[in-house]
T-cell receptor, first 109, second 117 residues
Framework: QQQVKQSPQSLIVQKGGISIINCAYE??????FPWYQQFPGKGPALLIA?????SEKKEGRFTISFNKSAKQFSLHIMDSQPGDSATYFC????????FGAGTQVVVTP | GAVVSQHPSWVICKSGTSVKIECRSL??????MFWYRQFPKQSLMLMAT?????????EQGVEKDKFLINHASLTLSTLTVTSAHPEDSSFYIC?????????????FGPGTRLTVL
């Protein structure tokens, strides 16, 4: 069963807009929450990650918001660019990574 | 970030043959590597955890006799798909855990596309 639930399955955003992807988990043992970006035919690339003792982390245009009580976390991509068009996976770990189903993001010019 | 390589990047083989895929950590030593499988338009599914110098730990439902994993050194893990069949066709991706970190930071290889005819 999917231990990490990710939504939406896909989204289309205009250049310059904000892309928001949400994930939810049940297992409170998870202690590390990374986001990966994957282009077709390539391996996932680590984008940004957060630990549960932090509520927000920002790196450039990418921000993770983390709500421990709700067991939810999200990725915000600010000023989305066509080069951001990719599939994004959230994950949660307590020794092994559990991936969400993925979100295909398309940024239109 | 750390660099992980895989070889080959793609391979086509006949049904019944065996295929070996290599995963290397290029700029760090990885005591733990992981092997994933990804079908088109789907997420990554963990197949097994590979620990240097010991037997791999397989996830439920993964046939250990079919997917042989060897982690003979701190920078190399191999996955051998034995007696491959068309249903084994998939995208195989390895990752390596960065040592001495308080988080489970894993860096992924570029993947190997396996097509079994």
């Amino acid at each position: 069963q999917q231990q990490v639930k990710q939504s939406p399955q896909s989204l289309i955003v205009q250049k310059g807009g904000i892309s928001i992807i949400n994930c939810a988990y049940e297992n409170t043992a998870f202690d590390y929450f990374p986001w990966y970006q994957q282009f077709p035919g390539k391996g996932p690339a680590l984008l940004i990650a957060i630990r549960p003792d932090v509520s927000e982390k920002k790196e450039g245009r990418f921000t993770i918001s983390f709500n421990k009580s709700a067991k939810q976390f999200s990725l915000h991509i600010m000023d989305s660019q066509p080069g951001d068009s990719a599939t994004y996976f959230c994950a949660a770990s307590w020794g092994k990574l559990q991936f969400g189903a993925g979100t295909q993001v398309v940024v239109t010019p | 970030g750390a660099v992980v390589s895989q070889h080959p990047s793609w391979v086509i083989c006949k049904s019944g043959t065996s295929v070996k895929i290599e995963c290397r950590s290029l700029d760090f030593q990885a005591t733990t590597m992981f092997w994933y499988r990804q079908f088109p338009k789907q997420s990554l599914m963990l197949m097994a955890t590979s620990n240097e110098g010991s037997k791999a730990t397989y996830e439920q439902g993964v046939e250990k006799d079919k997917f042989l994993i060897n982690h003979a050194s701190l920078t190399l893990s191999t996955l051998t798909v034995t007696s491959a069949h068309p249903e084994d066709s998939s995208f195989y991706i390895c990752s390596a855990r960065v040592p001495n970190q308080s988080t489970d930071t894993q860096y992924f290889g570029p993947g190997t596309r396996l097509t079994v005819l």
